[in-house]
Structure formats: C-alpha cells, structure tokens
C-alpha cells in the first residue's frame, strides 16, 4: 500500500501495526502496549542499516573465496 498523499510505499506490517494502535489510542491510551510499540519501532529503524551491514560482510567474505 502507499502512505497518505505522499504515495511512499508501507509494509503491511506497518499498516497492520500502526491501525492497532490508532484503535487502542482512541480507546484510551494505556490500552497501548507501549513496550512492545518501542520494541516495534527500534526494530523498523535498524532494519535496513544492519541488512546493510549483514550484505557487505557476506559480499567481502565472499569476495575472499571467489
């Protein structure tokens, strides 16, 4: 899917993610899990630098043995 007027593309997970807890903030805000909300969010933000890191260290190993 796409976010908004932007037109960026979203993970469903994120969608799915970002819906619940809409629907628990408008229910009351300690409905939220919040620890599991930080634990979500640090996971989005590191995601692509360490599979960054993950492929250049296959790569250079890689390019060791070829």
Same mark, same amino acid.
Request: charged letters at 10%; a positive charge; aromatic letters at 10%.
């Given at each position: 899917? =796409? +976010?908004?007027?932007?037109?960026?593309?979203? /993970?469903?997970?994120? @969608?799915?993610?970002?819906? #619940?807890?809409?629907?628990?903030?408008?229910?009351?805000? =300690? +409905?939220?899990?919040?620890?599991?909300?930080? /634990?979500?969010?640090? @996971?989005?933000?590191?995601? #692509?630098?360490?599979?960054?890191?993950?492929?250049?260290?296959?790569?250079?190993?890689?390019?060791?043995?070829?």
């Amino acid at each position: 899917g =796409s +976010a908004g007027h932007c037109k960026r593309p979203v /993970s469903t997970t994120r @969608a799915i993610t970002g819906s #619940i807890i809409g629907v628990g903030v408008t229910r009351r805000v =300690s +409905a939220v899990r919040w620890g599991v909300t930080k /634990s979500l969010f640090w @996971a989005w933000v590191l995601t #692509i630098p360490v599979s960054a890191l993950v492929a250049a260290l296959v790569y250079y190993l890689l390019k060791l043995f070829i």
